[in-house]
């Protein structure tokens, strides 16, 4: 199963938490929509702020959105000017308060969205597909990933018949749930068509249970520790 399913979804609740953390109940259609509403507004207003996750905590009278920005300058602006402007902005789509984090993602190499967002815009300006990919994995495992692996699709090159070529370096234990594997997919739109890139990085294993509720880029490094030996229980001989 793990190599036909989306290793984040499989996670959820071992050691990856929600993008959307609210009960809906009986307006469970209506937030869902409006979640959807402010993260298309989102990622269409700051498509060059690098932005790689939208998170959206809600209660009774307030939205706190938390965006998570490889360059968080660029969405607050001077004296923080843009970010005011951006919060008044959601208040009108959304009709309610609304509390705007910025969160940088600090290493913006190992964020499988970011890496897919790259290689995607580089393909859009007619760089090669191999060149842009080995140049993402290089980067990544420069950066202390365990492993990475890059599909590319569609009619690669411009040659007539669609294919598909997958690139790897290292690990990726799709089935190890305490693997912390990050996977995203995007699409770049060149003259002879769409090309999609799906990108998985193992960042490690985190033991224990993570805080599924801190909102924001944690660092989940102090949580990692090495792999060695047999992580089984050892099994009790009978007498």
Not at 152 to 167: M, Y
Request: net charge positive; proline share 3%; aromatic share 8%.
């Amino acid at each position: 199963m793990g190599q036909k399913t989306n290793p984040i979804s499989l996670r959820l609740g071992i050691i990856k938490g929600w993008d959307s953390f609210w009960y809906g109940g009986r307006q469970f259609d209506q937030k869902l929509i409006e979640d959807f509403k402010i993260r298309k507004y989102l990622n269409a207003r700051l498509m060059k702020a690098g932005v790689s996750k939208i998170q959206i905590e809600r209660n009774l009278k307030l939205i706190t959105v938390t965006i998570n920005t490889a360059r968080p300058g660029i969405i607050i602006g001077k004296g923080g000017q843009e970010v005011d402007k951006l919060k008044e902005e959601l208040k009108k789509l959304t009709g309610k308060e609304v509390q705007l984090n910025i969160s940088e993602v600090k290493r913006p190499d190992l964020d499988a969205f970011l890496v897919a967002s790259n290689v995607a815009r580089q393909i859009e300006g007619r760089v090669s597909y191999r060149r842009a990919v080995k140049a993402a994995i290089a980067n990544t495992m420069r950066m202390g990933a365990e492993g990475i692996k890059i599909m590319v699709s569609g009619r690669l090159g411009g040659a007539e018949i669609a294919r598909r070529e997958q690139f790897k370096e290292g690990r990726i234990p799709l089935h190890t749930l305490r693997a912390d594997i990050d996977y995203s997919r995007d699409e770049a739109h060149t003259t002879y068509g769409r090309i999609g890139i799906k990108v998985w990085i193992c960042r490690g294993e985190i033991y224990g249970r993570p805080d599924f509720f801190n909102f924001g880029t944690t660092d989940a490094k102090a949580q990692r520790q090495p792999r060695g030996g047999s992580q089984r229980p050892r099994s009790r001989k009978r007498k």
